[in-house]
């Protein structure tokens, strides 16, 4: 079983950047696509971004297009989320999610993906 685990989280101040990592072990990650996924209270968890398994690929929500981006390394597997221009409503808990690459899935569900980190928590203070 891939086994995942964010970092990075924190209590930041509006404008201000955090840089989450989801750091995976036990199965091999490098044949894995990855995304983030967010949740805040009250709220369904949301896709925030997404890479291919090689990184050539990658994608963003509307609300975080032009302040994260999303990036991986698959020598440290490791995949990165570096959130800038952070808003009050960036807070969420944020988890990252790995799925087979060639699995055919609808990416924007999380019923889609298979492994799935914690969670770290993100708050934006205004």
């Known amino acids: 079983q891939l086994q995942l685990v964010e970092s990075g989280g924190g209590l930041v101040q509006a404008g201000d950047s955090l840089r989450l990592s989801c750091a995976a072990s036990g199965l091999t990650f490098s044949n894995r696509h990855m995304c983030w996924f967010r949740q805040a209270p009250g709220k369904e968890r949301e896709l925030v971004a997404f890479?291919?398994?090689?990184?050539?690929?990658?994608d963003y929500a509307d609300s975080v297009k032009g302040r994260f981006t999303i990036s991986r390394d698959n020598a440290k597997n490791t995949v990165y989320l570096q959130m800038n221009s952070l808003k009050p409503e960036d807070t969420a808990d944020y988890y990252c999610?790995?799925?087979?690459?060639?699995?055919?899935?609808?990416?924007?569900?999380?019923?889609?993906?298979?492994?799935w980190g914690p969670g770290t928590q993100v708050t934006a203070f205004s």
């Open positions: 999610a790995a799925i087979l690459m060639g699995t055919q899935a609808t990416m924007t569900s999380p019923a889609s993906w298979t492994s």
């Open positions: 890479i291919s398994w090689s990184g050539s690929s990658s």
